[in-house]
């Protein structure tokens, strides 16, 4: 079992930015793939970012490309998503994921594990 805790979600005016944070607990996490996602409001979830066990591949959503940066420290069990420029189309409620895979994935039914999710909410 793997538990996940987002941290670092919070309002913020357009333009700027927000850190978010994952905390991963349980199994190893250097084995993992990690991948952001997001839901606003009466919309599914949706994929913004992911990346492979090692760090070494990353994708994006093209609506966050060149925006955000995913990263990952695993020897402290964190995974981090950079989010700047932020657009108030970017309001969500961002969730951390993990996948034993390892593999970057956007499938959001590759994901095994699931945090509870920290809002962002972004002011024009």
């Known amino acids: 079992q793997v538990q996940l805790a987002e941290s670092g979600g919070g309002l913020v005016q357009a333009g700027g930015s927000l850190r978010l944070s994952c905390a991963a607990s349980g199994r190893i996490f250097s084995n993992l793939a990690m991948g952001w996602f997001r839901q606003a409001p009466g919309k599914e979830r949706e994929f913004v970012s992911t990346t492979t066990w090692s760090g070494s591949s990353t994708i994006y959503s093209a609506s966050v490309k060149d925006r955000f940066i995913i990263s990952r420290d695993n020897a402290k069990n964190m995974v981090f998503l950079q989010m700047n420029s932020l657009k108030p189309e970017d309001t969500a409620v961002y969730y951390c994921?993990?996948?034993?895979?390892?593999?970057?994935?956007?499938?959001?039914?590759?994901?095994?594990?699931w945090g509870q999710g920290t809002q962002v909410t972004v002011s024009s």
């Open positions: 994921a993990a996948a034993n895979s390892g593999r970057a994935t956007m499938d959001v039914r590759a994901y095994e594990y």
